[in-house]
């Protein structure tokens, strides 16, 4: 139980980071904590686009819809996610918060 906590506190700061990194689309992002986590990391899609929809509305990332061809020539639409100034920011703070807790568990667990 505290993983899950843990690790939901964290997945807005890693999806910032790595939209910092190459705007992309949600799947992707979910892909990349997993493959950059070496699967310590896992996302479920269903309670990750809740978070997407959030940031989006808070004004941290926008999306753009784009239509795509698969590979069976079907077209398929989806929703390239962009980070916006605000977004840095956030993840900025987010990283400080995070870098603070992480010294003071340490401190506590070498005291």
Same mark, same amino acid.
């Given at each position: 139980?505290?993983?899950?906590?843990?690790?939901?506190?964290?997945? @807005?700061?890693?999806?910032?980071?790595?939209?910092?990194?190459?705007?992309?689309? %949600? &799947?992707?992002?979910? /892909?990349? =904590?997993?493959?950059?986590s070496k699967g310590l990391i896992t996302v479920q @899609?269903?309670?990750f686009y809740p978070l997407l929809y959030r940031l989006?509305?808070? %004004? &941290?990332?926008?999306? /753009?819809? =784009?239509?795509?061809?698969?590979?069976?020539?079907?077209?398929?639409?989806?929703v390239i996610y962009h980070i916006e100034n605000a977004?840095?920011?956030?993840?900025?703070?987010?990283?400080?918060?995070?870098?603070?807790?992480?010294?003071?568990?340490?401190?506590?667990?070498?005291?």
């Amino acid at each position: 139980m505290a993983v899950d906590t843990m690790k939901k506190g964290s997945i @807005e700061m890693l999806t910032l980071f790595l939209l910092c990194e190459e705007d992309t689309y %949600g &799947y992707q992002l979910v /892909q990349k =904590i997993k493959e950059r986590s070496k699967g310590l990391i896992t996302v479920q @899609e269903g309670s990750f686009y809740p978070l997407l929809y959030r940031l989006a509305d808070d %004004g &941290y990332i926008t999306g /753009q819809e =784009i239509v795509t061809r698969m590979s069976t020539g079907r077209s398929r639409m989806r929703v390239i996610y962009h980070i916006e100034n605000a977004g840095r920011e956030r993840l900025a703070s987010l990283k400080k918060d995070y870098e603070t807790v992480q010294q003071g568990i340490h401190n506590i667990l070498d005291s």
